[in-house]
C-alpha cells in the first residue's frame, strides 16, 4: 500500500486525543456533509423545473411557427399551403391570428390576447388536456371562447353562463381622430366554454376563440393570418427542420423553434441555475475553511510524530502528500454521505410530493447523471486545494523545531 496513503487513512480514522481536533474535524465533515447536499439538491430543482418548463411548453406552444418578418399578419397563400402539405416531417398544421384585446365582464376589465385557431389545433398542442372545467371549443358554435384559469380568476367568470357573456374588444387598425367606441374597437360577444390551466403567465394571456371569429374581430380578410402553428413528427429535429423550412419559404415569413421564441424563458432558467450553482460553490468554499483549519490542527497535533517519520527517511514532500491526501480523504467522504442523502431526498420527493408548489402541483426534481457529476468535480477540486492549502505549513524548519 502506498506509504502516504496509509498514513493519511490512519490519522483520518484513529481518534485524536485532543477532544478539539475530533470536534473541528465533526464540524468541517458536517460542513462538507451539508454543501453537497445542498448543492446537489439545487442542480436537481433547476433540472426538474426546466423538464416542467419544457411540459408546459408542450401544452401552449407548438415546434414550430411561422410568422411575418414585416407587420403582423401574412396571406396563407396556395403555394404556401401546398408546400406544407407536402412536407413529411409535419404532423400537422394550424392557422391562427393573435392580438392583444380588451376584456369585459360584469364591470371587470382585462387585457389579454384574443387567440383565433383552426379546428384541429389540438392536434398542434396539447391544450385541451390542460382544461380545468369544460370542453375545447366547438366548430359549430363560432362565438365560444376557452380561457385561462388566471383571467376567469381576476374576472369572476364562470363557464356557459348564459346570463352574462365575456365582451371582447380589439382595437381597429387605422388613422385619424376616434369619435365613439364602435369606430375605435371591434367587438364581439362570447360565452366561455372551458378554463384551461397552466404556468402563470400563460393562465393569464390568451382567449381561444375559433379562427374565424379571430379573423373578424382583427378585420382580417378569409386567407389573412398572423401566424402557422406547425407541429412535427416524433424524432425530427426541430432547429434542422427550421432551417431547411426558411430555405423554402423564402425572406419574407420567419421560421422559429420552440426554444426561439422561448429564447428569454430558458436564458432566465439557465442564468438563474449558473448563479444559484456559484452561490452554493462559494458557500462550499467557505465550508472547506474548516477542513483547512482540521488539517493545521491535525499537523500541529502530530508534531512529533512527524519528527520521527523525517528522522526515518521520509521526504518532507511525503510528509505534505500525507495531509492533502487526508483533507482529501476527508472531502470525499463527506462528499459521498451528501450525494447520498441528496439523492435519497430527491427520489423521496418524486414519489411522496413532500414539498408543492401549488395544492395541486410538486415542486419538481430530476436525478441526473451531470449534476451528480459536477458535483463530484466541482467538490472534490476545491478539497484538494484545501488540503494543499493546510498541507504547506510543513516544511523542515517547522518539523525540526
Known sequence: MNFPFYIAKRYLFAKSGNNTINIITIIASFGVIV????????????????????QMLDYSDPDIKITAVKGKSFLMTDELTTLLKDQKDIKAYSKVVEERAFLQYKQRDYIAFVKGVSDNYVAITQIDSTLKVGQWLDPNYINTGVIGYGIADKLSLSILNFSEALQIKVPKAGKGLILSESSAFTSRDIRVSGIYTGLEDFANKYVYVNLALGQQLLNYKKDQITSVEIRLQKGIDPSLFASELQKLVGNDLNVATKA???????????????ISYLIFTLIVIIALFNVIGAIIMMIIDKKQNLKTLFNLGVTVKEIKKIFVLQGFLLTFFGLMIGLTLGSILIFLQKKFEFFMITQSIPYPVEFRVFNFLSVIVTISILGFVASKIASSRISTNFIEK
Not at 454543501?35 to 419544457?54: H, P, Q, V
Not at 428569454?264 to 438563474?272: A, C, M, Q
Open 35 to 54: 454543501g453537497s447536499l445542498a448543492l446537489f439538491i439545487i442542480l436537481s430543482g433547476f433540472s426538474g423545473f426546466k423538464s416542467f418548463t419544457n
Open 260 to 274: 426561439e421564441f422561448n429564447a428569454l424563458t430558458f436564458k432566465v432558467l439557465n442564468t438563474e441555475r449558473l
